[in-house]
């Protein structure tokens, strides 16, 4: 069950993939600034996410939710009615798992595995929970700056940067078809950071960036429109 608290606190925010890394620490920032969050996780196993919601028993609630699994987008969906809230932030994703190889040496089931991980199930996520989101609130989307097209000069995580192209492809068209609503949509890039997902070799931590993307996430609130982004703000060329 959903507390009886959402709506409570200066905002709700709904972090889709918060049990770890940057979205758990996403949950913990926002709680810090005196938030509610629903975050969820993928499977049954106890996570980092767990210990927050004890710590925080009327400020964090967790749903279960593998959103490569349409069936349990809408079931979220349906426990999710009637509440409503101020952001959703589609945080999960992956990366192949030998970053090195190229587009021509990458299997098919491997492509597959991290095109619908990042590219298509969140847009699902997107247009599933949409409803879930105030008039005048704002649906973001964890992105990378991997994604640019126009400062991809060097090449390099070829399978990545082409997933999340996709996705900032598939944002932009979902913003164009939304033209007229007052949502304000973000795609965030935060940056090369030390997750499971990053790497040990990344040049910034979590504790240093993370308060850095949820100022920028909250600043844009009030702003409609699409807003590719890095995480102090500045534009990220398409």
């Not at 199930?121 to 704002?138: H, T």
């Not at 979590?206 to 409609?224: F, N, S, Y």
Request: with cysteine; hydrophobic share 40%.
């Amino acid at each position: 069950m959903f507390s009886q608290a959402i709506g409570d606190t200066a905002g709700t925010i709904l972090i889709v993939g918060a049990s770890r890394g940057l979205g758990h620490a996403m949950a913990a920032e926002c709680i810090a600034r005196g938030w509610h969050v629903v975050g969820t996780v993928r499977g049954p196993d106890r996570t980092a996410l767990h210990d927050l919601a004890d710590a925080h028993p009327s400020r964090v609630d967790i749903a279960q939710l593998d959103m490569t699994q349409p069936a349990q987008i809408m079931a979220l969906r349906e426990r999710l009615m009637g509440k409503q809230f101020d952001i959703l932030f589609v945080n999960a994703g992956t990366a192949n798992h030998n970053q090195d190889e190229t587009i021509a040496e990458v299997s098919t089931e491997e492509f597959i595995r991290v095109m619908v991980t990042n590219a298509l199930s969140p847009l699902r996520v997107v247009e599933g929970l949409q409803d879930c989101v105030a008039p005048a609130g704002l649906i973001g989307v964890m992105s990378s700056g991997q994604g640019s097209i126009a400062n991809n000069v060097n090449g390099g995580h070829e399978v990545y940067r082409g997933t999340k192209a996709a996705l900032n492809q598939y944002m932009r068209s979902y913003a164009a078809r939304h033209a007229d609503d007052g949502r304000a949509k973000v795609l965030m890039a935060p940056g090369w950071i030390r997750t499971r997902l990053g790497g040990a070799e990344a040049p910034f931590g979590i504790e240093e960036t993370v308060p850095q993307i949820v100022t920028t996430l909250l600043a844009q609130r009030g702003k409609p429109g699409l807003h590719y982004l890095d995480r102090e703000g500045r534009t990220v060329p398409w």
